[in-house]
């Protein structure tokens, strides 16, 4: 069975611990941070990954997913997350703080969002900041995993009666499986 495609679409913070499907890591290698960067450029502010990714970005951005997605599973339970995971996301938001940076523009003053450090510590620190702001949102105790019994990615329904990661994916599959209990039998 082949890797599947990122499933992308829900918080940023979700589309990061999501690249963890139980079939294997979406973010093994620089390339795969770097095509999944793609992925999300627009939610990322619009910023393009750099030509090389390196392998201390890829590190940092599996640190904050393994810190998030410990978090996600506390704070989902109503649970305190655990100290250092909390310390962790804090501290790569510091690592490339947002400023609004203030301009004129010939007419009024503009005020754009920026972030100071290198490509990586910007998409690290926004990554965390996105963990930060869902970890905060009381929707996190709505957020689930996915039904299906070979998933363990996490959603949070826009519907109370949402019960899959993705209907074409996950969704299908249940429908074809029970389907087939149907009519085998006969």
């Known amino acids: 069975m082949s890797t599947p495609a990122p499933l992308i679409g829900e918080p940023l913070a979700l589309d990061l611990v999501n690249t963890r499907p139980a079939t ?23 910023t393009v990954p750099p030509e090389e990714v390196g392998p201390a970005d890829l590190a940092a951005v599996q640190a904050v ?30 690592a490339a703080p947002a400023i609004s940076g203030l301009a004129w523009d010939g007419a ?24 930060a702001e869902l970890l ?29 990661c993705s209907a074409t994916r996950c969704g299908n599959r249940a429908r074809v499986a029970r389907h087939y209990q149907r009519h085998k039998a006969e």
């Open 65 to 94: 997913r393994e810190h998030t997605a410990r978090a996600l599973a506390c704070a989902r339970r109503g649970e305190e997350p655990a100290a250092a995971d909390l310390a962790a996301l804090n501290q790569a938001q510091r």
């Open 24 to 46: 294997g890591d979406l973010l093994a290698t620089p390339g795969d941070l770097r095509a999944w960067w793609a992925l999300q450029a627009e939610r990322l502010g619009g």
């Open 136 to 164: 905060a949102d009381p929707a996190v105790a709505r957020i689930r995993e996915c039904e299906a019994h070979d998933c363990v990615l996490l959603f949070l329904p826009a519907h109370p009666r949402r019960r899959w």
């Open 108 to 131: 009024a003053v503009t005020a754009a969002r920026r972030r100071d450090g290198s490509p990586g510590q910007c998409l690290t620190a926004q990554l965390a900041e996105a963990a």
